[in-house]
């Protein structure tokens, strides 16, 4: 495996150097990574139908964990947009989503349905051993049509956990809508060179599992690789207008600050 730094297309502008992490992960692959703090992930459909399901920890306590409900809840917001907050369950910020192609290029700091791309989950999670074998026939991690669920499971144990650590996931590229009957819709890919962008404001860990979202309605198992790089970077800090967008998202930076400085961390 060769190193991050050798990758031989960086972001356009970066300096190779401050790579920490690049690889491409094939459909119905998986990957994870532990990253610091202050670092930009961005995650990237190279062929159109990618699904990147992602959870985050906390390295030094990985029992706070990405909390779905939290994010949408506090957030008030199901959609995923620029400055959406992925929450952990002690209102903490994990990350911070930064930019979304289908959306814009730079950060939004009041996320609305308006800003939101429709093309990213954070309602249903990723699909299960037990669905993907009704459905295609096998939905073991060494199969031709795994299951994201499978999938962690692998990435976990990679990082001392276990399937009783795996919350429910967030989805990007393969987008679901919920009507005002509360019908799930689903919209599909968000296109070939589509990418989300991410910064961690804790010291992370990362697992991704890039498989067939559980309501894609396609009768074949479909699934194209997903480019993810990693570079060093800052978090957000109390001067930037992500602080004070909400009232609900001013509370949980302040509460990963408090955290951060009694553990001696910046």
């Known amino acids: 495996m060769r190193p991050a730094t050798a990758w031989p297309a960086p972001p356009a502008g970066l300096d190779a150097d401050r790579l920490v992490w690049a690889e491409t992960v094939a459909g119905g692959g998986y990957t994870q990574k532990v990253l610091a703090r202050g670092t930009t992930l961005r995650l990237t459909d190279l062929a159109g139908d990618a699904c990147a399901h ?11 964990r990405l909390n779905v409900a939290d994010t949408v809840k506090v957030q008030w917001q199901v959609y995923t947009a620029p400055g959406q907050l992925l929450l952990s369950d002690q209102g903490r910020v994990l990350a911070t989503v930064m930019a979304d192609s289908a959306v814009a290029d730079s950060v939004v700091a009041d996320s609305s349905v308006a800003d939101a791309s429709g093309r990213h989950d954070t309602l249903f999670g990723t699909s299960t051993a037990a669905r993907n074998t009704a459905r295609y026939g096998d939905g073991s991690a060494q199969g031709p049509t795994p299951a994201g669920r499978e999938l962690f499971a692998l990435a976990a144990a990679k990082n001392g956990l276990t399937r009783r650590d795996l919350p429910p996931s967030v989805s990007y590229f393969q987008g679901v809508t919920v009507d005002a009957d509360g019908h799930p819709g689903f919209t599909g890919s968000a296109g070939a060179g589509a990418s989300v962008t991410l910064r961690t404001e804790m010291p992370v860990i990362v697992l991704i599992a890039n498989t067939a979202h559980p309501l894609d309605d396609r009768p074949e198992f479909v699934s194209t690789p997903l480019e993810v790089l990693a570079w060093a970077d ?14 609900e998202g001013r509370r949980a930076f302040v509460n990963t600050a408090d955290y951060l400085a009694a553990r001696g961390l910046k």
């Not at 992602?54 to 706070?64: K, R």
């Open 54 to 64: 992602v959870l985050l920890y906390n390295v030094d306590q990985p029992f706070e």
């Open 234 to 247: 800052t978090p957000t800090m109390p001067d930037d207008p992500l602080w004070t967008a909400s009232p």
